[in-house]
């Protein structure tokens, strides 16, 4: 019996969890007696790099990836075969489609189908593929939780774990200075990050890029929690944050074929627009940063990437493309690619989480 070819990439910015996926798609491949796995290196660059570099992945190579953080596979955030940096003569840099010579090599290469581990952008990849005639399968990943057709991407839970761990441990400090602590946290454009370890580690304030701020309304709610001079107050903000009527902080990035502009510097920002707003109180700002996607996943990543990996083996199994894994609780489910980039999951300012925060007595700001 002939034996077909399933080619793994891990795309975007790397999130924990992506081992296990690889290690749930090698193991039910591993039950069928007619598909082999090879992983690419550094997203689709294995492709196209000369020499093509490609590993062998069987059920050895992934013994005990579940709870290995990051990706054996290596990935990136830059180019990609429909804009792949080129040099210009003049020491500048072109982006270069290079997705139909790509599409031949794989075909070359011997693949008949290719599963695409990443985020919205990774997936929009996908997607241009699978119109091109790949068999292709997208797998969700990133800490942000911002696509739409899933309830969640593995990932998420770990950087929020992560985040509350950081809020316990502000939280002793802050305590014993009467300092407020404003501690910066990832998610692009959603709040998902900071509305739930916010939750999770009974902060006081909570700025998400979905609820625009008005710095007055922090320093009211940073004055309730002191007495006089003894106090302290926790606040995090997400790193897409903005006040009402301002912009994000952030700037364009100089890396080569890095298209997002690179969010960060929010947390400072408020803590002098909260100085200049008349807080008198010590402010320290934490920016936790890549910490967030770094060590071992938590269990409910570790299931939930387990459960992706072995549907996006089944669905090129069953020869259904053109699909995005999807977690729509209690069942994991399949998605049109089309679907699946249409609209970003953003936090609901009228949603559950952001009442029961309120109800808590946390301060959005607005
Ligand atoms: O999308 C995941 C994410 O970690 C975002 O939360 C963050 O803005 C971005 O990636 C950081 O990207 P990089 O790893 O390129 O600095």
Redesign the pocket.
């Known amino acids: 019996m002939a034996l077909k070819r399933v080619m793994v990439l891990t795309g975007g910015?790397d999130c924990p969890g992506l081992n296990a996926v690889i290690r749930g798609i090698v193991k039910r491949a591993s039950q069928e007696k007619d598909w082999e796995v090879i992983g690419c290196i550094e997203s689709f660059n294995g492709v196209l790099r000369e020499p093509t570099e490609i590993m062998m992945l069987d059920e050895k190579t992934v013994e005990g990836l579940h709870m290995q953080g990051g990706t054996i596979l290596g990935t990136t955030?830059k180019g990609g075969p429909f804009a792949w940096p080129v040099k210009n003569s003049d020491g500048t840099w072109s982006a270069v489609d290079r997705s139909d010579e790509m599409l031949r090599k794989l075909q070359y290469m011997g693949v008949d189908a290719v599963i695409n581990i990443g985020?919205d952008g990774s997936q929009r990849i996908s997607l241009g593929l699978a119109q091109k005639g790949l068999n292709i399968v997208g797998v969700p990943k990133?800490?942000?939780n911002d696509l739409s057709s899933t309830d969640y991407t593995f990932g998420f839970q770990t950087a929020v774990q992560i985040c509350t761990e950081a809020i316990d441990k502000l939280v002793t400090t802050a305590a014993s200075h009467n300092r407020v602590f404003i501690m910066e946290v990832?998610?692009?454009d959603a709040g998902w990050i900071a509305l739930h370890s916010a939750v999770a580690g009974g902060a006081d304030v909570c700025i998400i890029p979905e609820i625009p701020y008005n710095v007055n309304r922090i320093k009211e709610k940073i004055e309730q929690r002191y007495n006089k001079r003894r106090g302290y107050c926790i606040i995090v903000v997400a790193?897409g944050a903005k006040p009402i009527g301002g912009d994000v902080v952030g700037a364009q990035s100089s890396e080569v074929g890095y298209q997002h502009i690179?969010?960060g510097g929010i947390g400072n920002q408020l803590a002098e627009e909260l100085r200049q707003a008349g807080v008198e109180h010590d402010i320290r700002c934490t920016i936790l940063g890549?910490l967030q996607?770094g060590g071992t996943p938590v269990a409910f990543d570790r299931i939930l990437a387990s459960e992706f990996g072995v549907r996006a083996m089944e669905l090129v199994i069953n020869g259904q493309f053109g699909q995005m894994v999807a977690y729509q609780h209690p069942d994991i489910v399949a998605v049109p690619l089309e679907e699946a980039v249409k609209a970003q999951n953003l936090v609901d300012p009228k949603g559950e989480l952001v009442h029961a925060a309120k109800g808590l007595g946390i301060e959005f700001g607005n």
């Open positions: 910015g955030n985020g990133t800490i942000d990832m998610g692009r790193e690179k969010l890549h996607r």
